[in-house]
């Protein structure tokens, strides 16, 4: 009996070990491959808690179950709460309805009034007061999505993210859970207590607080406006790295750059690139490859082949290799300014009313003198009370030309203009036969005196003025009034078509409209050159309107041809502009001046050098038409032919119009 039944048993033995061998035995066959995987339990949503469980069908036949109330539902490390269920078992999804919360592995919770959720892609969606949180931020919206998988967030009608004291809102939105990024779209607004964003396009950190800009974009802080295309901004620290050439504006100032850099704290922006910054109140551009901007000192500092531009009908370039501008005090007194700490003289009002009281029309009751004729042209802009103590000399036209026949006595050696090369000028040519020449006798000692105190003196200082008469513009009263100043230093360049210029550094502000220029400056005007150890100039309404030359000054006028210069020096000159013209000057400390004279055809007479306290000279339609010295010059006149190096050119002659600028394009392109 025992050995039938292990006969029995033993071919269903062999059988199984023959499969086990072969199964075995084949190459890339496992025994797990025969057996069906096991069910995902952490996709299948289970019911763990929960008033009723009642089966029953829906509106399309399928089977549920519907668990009231309190609905508890798991799904892996996902719990689902809610008022009543709906609960498609086969189909493994949810419909839930009041009070309804999700919580993902308390990291992200959902709340809302209903819910579809469908477990097999594990994406819910939430209508009713929607709301999605991490704890640190809130987006709320009347749709709200949630992908368990990817753990992103989305709203496409319309939605509101909220940051501590952040508030983005935007038609569209997607919120990445474990990056902490939210790409907003279509309408974005993002409001912050300290600014406002707004764009069509924007992704922003919750945890960073750094908004990329992919699209046009305003920031608004209540006093400066920001246009930027890309970059981005920290909202938190303030800082920002736009790109793109953002703007930045205020009431004031406008700024764009190939990129700009923003510390909102300090409020300095940094700009990179083809810099343009633009003072909108005084119409002041600076064009740079480099600048610092300061918002709340609203100052400038350019570098890297920087331009200033002072914009009018005559604009005024000035390239250097470093620009800076900021304002300058409002003014206390706007009629009588403060003196010059530098010089402890009082202000130059009083140097201007004395310069003209000097230079009075002569007294009607001056001793005539035979050969005399009055004064065809008294100075308009001269008309203080008159000093009945001057004798007046004026030399007329006939007198003069007997002077000149004892001089040159063979006219045919005298050298015709259209001899010489000629260029075409309209410059003056002092010396004329009709020239009227006056002199004032050592009666005007004191007067000379005077005007020597009260002679200028600058220095280079941030807070320095060289005080004048003030410009007629009206002036703002002292509580609104602003102006600005600009210090350009090392190899300075002055540009406009009807003045040039050069200094080491040059000091300018609105508060004159006066440039100072320092180092071994020259100012060019048509064919006069200018210069001094120290120049100021002056001008209203963006135009050359007066100039001070101080010590050791000189103004050379061309002739047009080689060598042949009037000139006048002393130790101050001030000169006078009229439509950009020269139209009078002064001369005030050891005057000298050396000029030719000529003849009705303009052909070259004789050549004059002469010294004196004092010169005063007066230009019509850019010719010499009167001069003035006071005190009996000591004068030398040479025929044109017999001139010598010695009387030809003063000391201290240079010209040097090399050095003068021929372009506003040779500044730009520097």
């Not at 009034?113 to 469908?118: F, I, M, P, R, S």
């Not at 038609?171 to 974005?188: L, R």
């Not at 000139?567 to 030719?596: H, P, R």
Request: aromatic letters at 10%; charged letters at 25%; hydrophobic letters at 35%.
């Amino acid at each position: 009996m025992l050995k039938k039944i292990v006969f029995g048993i033993l071919p269903f033995l062999g059988l199984a070990l023959l499969a086990h061998f072969m199964a075995n035995a084949v190459p890339g066959v496992t025994p797990g491959e025969y057996y069906p995987p096991q069910e995902d339990t952490s996709r299948k949503i289970h019911v763990i808690g929960g008033g009723v469980l009642r089966a029953g069908t829906d509106n399309e036949g399928k089977e549920v179950q519907i668990v009231v109330p309190d609905a508890i539902f798991r799904q892996g490390t996902t719990l689902l709460y809610c008022d009543s269920a709906v609960f498609y078992e086969k189909a493994n999804m949810v419909k839930a309805f009041g009070n309804v919360h999700i919580n993902q592995a308390d990291s992200i919770h959902i709340y809302s009034d209903l819910l579809n959720y469908n477990g097999n892609d594990r994406i819910a969606t939430v209508t009713g007061n929607a709301k999605l949180t991490d704890g640190k931020t809130t987006i709320t919206g009347p749709e709200l999505a949630y992908d368990m998988n990817a753990r992103m967030g989305s709203y496409t009608k319309s939605g509101r993210l909220t940051n501590e004291q952040s508030i983005l809102t935007s038609e569209q939105g997607y919120y990445y859970a474990d990056t902490k990024d939210v790409h907003f779209v279509n309408n974005v607004l993002l409001e912050d207590p300290e600014y406002t964003l707004s764009t069509d396009e924007l992704w922003y950190n919750t945890e960073t607080k750094v908004s990329s800009i992919v699209a046009p974009t305003t920031i608004y802080d209540g006093k400066t406006t920001m246009y930027a295309t890309s970059g981005t901004y920290n909202t938190e620290a303030g800082l920002g790295d736009f790109t793109g050439r953002p703007i930045i504006e205020d009431s004031t100032s406008r700024l764009t750059a190939n990129s700009v850099q923003m510390d909102k704290a300090s409020g300095r922006a940094y700009a990179i690139g083809n810099m343009v910054w633009r003072d909108t109140a005084q119409k002041i551009s600076v064009l740079a490859n480099l600048g610092t901007v300061d918002q709340n000192a609203k100052s400038l500092m350019a570098t890297q082949k920087p331009v200033m531009l002072l914009e009018g009908q005559d604009t005024i370039f000035i390239a250097a290799d470093t620009l800076f501008s900021a304002p300058t005090k409002p003014l206390v007194d706007s009629v009588k300014m403060p003196k010059d700490s530098t010089t402890g003289k009082a202000d130059s009002n009083k140097v201007v009313k004395m310069l003209d009281s000097a230079f009075i029309k002569k007294d009607s009751t001056a001793q005539k003198i035979p050969g005399i004729v009055d004064v065809d042209r008294p100075d308009s802009t001269l008309n203080k009370q008159v000093d009945t103590s001057l004798d007046v000399i004026e030399v007329d036209k006939s007198s003069f030309d007997s002077l000149l026949d004892k001089v040159v006595a063979d006219t045919s050696r005298l050298i015709k203009r259209d001899t010489l090369p000629v260029k075409d000028t309209a410059i003056s040519t002092p010396g004329k036969p009709d020239v009227k020449v006056q002199h004032f006798d050592e009666r005007n000692k004191r007067k000379s005196m005077l005007f020597e105190e009260q002679a200028m003196k600058p220095l280079l200082d941030t807070n320095n003025t060289i005080e004048a008469a003030p410009d007629t513009a009206p002036v703002q009263p002292a509580d609104t009034a602003t102006y600005r100043f600009i210090k350009a230093y090392h190899d300075v360049k002055i540009f406009s078509d009807s003045l040039q210029g050069v200094a080491d550094s040059v000091y300018y502000t609105t508060k004159d409209s006066a440039f100072r220029l320092y180092h071994d400056p020259i100012l060019w005007s048509k064919e006069f050159q200018m210069f001094g150890d120290t120049v100021v100039l002056y001008t209203k309404n963006k135009k050359a309107d007066r100039v001070l030359l101080d010590q050791n000054a000189m103004i050379i006028n061309s002739l047009g041809f080689k060598d042949i210069y009037n000139q006048v020096k002393g130790q101050t000159i001030w000169g006078y502009f009229s439509d950009n013209k020269l139209d009078s000057m002064y001369v005030n400390g050891n005057a000298e001046a050396v000029y030719y004279l000529q003849d009705s055809d303009s052909a070259f007479i004789s050549l004059v050098h002469l010294k004196c306290a004092m010169i005063k000279a007066y230009f019509e339609a850019g010719e010499l038409e009167r001069i003035v010295f006071i005190k009996e010059p000591d004068s030398i006149m040479d025929p044109f032919t017999q001139r010598t190096n010695e009387h030809m050119f003063l000391p201290g002659f240079k010209w040097e119009v090399d050095r003068r600028p021929k372009s506003k394009y040779e500044l730009i392109g520097q």
